[in-house]
Every structure is written in C-alpha cells, then in structure tokens.
Nanobody
Framework: QVQLAESGGGLVQAGGSLRLSCAASGRTFSAYSLGWFRQAPGKEREFVAAVSQHASSTMYADSVKGRFTISRDDAKNRAYLQMNSLKPEDTALYYC?????????????????WGQGTQVTVSS
C-alpha cells in the first residue's frame, strides 16, 4: 500500500517555473514506477511524465517534452516534476500516481495509487 501527497502547485505567470513534489508513504517506494498526470476543467485526464523503478528511464508527453523533468529520490520517498517555461495551457490539477508494474506506464488505468492533486494555474 502506498499513499501519495502532492505539493508545490500555485499561480505563476507564463514563462515561469514550478516544482511539484510527491511524498509517498511505505517502505517499498523504490519498487514502484511513478507518473504525473493532469486534468484541466472540462477535459479528460492526460499523461504528463513517467519514471521507472530506479529512475532507469523516463517518458514525457509531447506537449511537455523539453520543458518538464520528472525525477525521483528513493531515499526520501519522493518524486518531483520540474516545470519550466510554463504556458497557460499547462493549467490543470496535477496528480502523482504509482504502480507496481515494471517499466514506464502512460495510461492512468495502469496505476494503482493516486494522490489528491495539486493545482497549477498559469496566467498569460
């Protein structure tokens, strides 16, 4: 069982940066593949980024590639999403998710555990 809690969201101007954190409970955090997803009002939840166990590989949605960086610190039971060059279209509720499946997962249904989300608002 893993419990996830996101933080670090807020209001930022276009072109600015934010760093989201995902704090996890449990002793086997390193065994989980992690992902970040987002959902804007009136839109479906979408994949943002994923990092595999031991940070051996990462994957990004085309819309954030080159601007966002996902990372993890297994010693601290934390995952991060560094977001640079933010755009108004990045405005959404951002969720951290974890799955015991090996490798990178881009579909929400592949994840077993979810946080409550943290709001990111980018003003133009």
């Amino acid at each position: 069982q893993v419990q996830l809690a996101e933080s670090g969201g807020g209001l930022v101007q276009a072109g600015g940066s934010l760093r989201l954190s995902c704090a996890a409970s449990g002793r086997t955090f390193s065994a989980y593949s992690l992902g970040w997803f987002r959902q804007a009002p009136g839109k479906e939840r979408e994949f943002v980024a994923a990092v595999s166990q031991h940070a051996s590989s990462t994957m990004y949605a085309d819309s954030v590639k080159g601007r966002f960086t996902i990372s993890r610190d297994d010693a601290k039971n934390r995952a991060y999403l560094q977001m640079n060059s933010l755009k108004p279209e990045d405005t959404a509720l951002y969720y951290c998710a974890a799955t015991g499946q090996l490798g990178l997962r881009t579909k929400g249904e592949s994840y077993d555990y979810w946080g409550q989300g943290t709001q990111v608002t980018v003003s133009s």
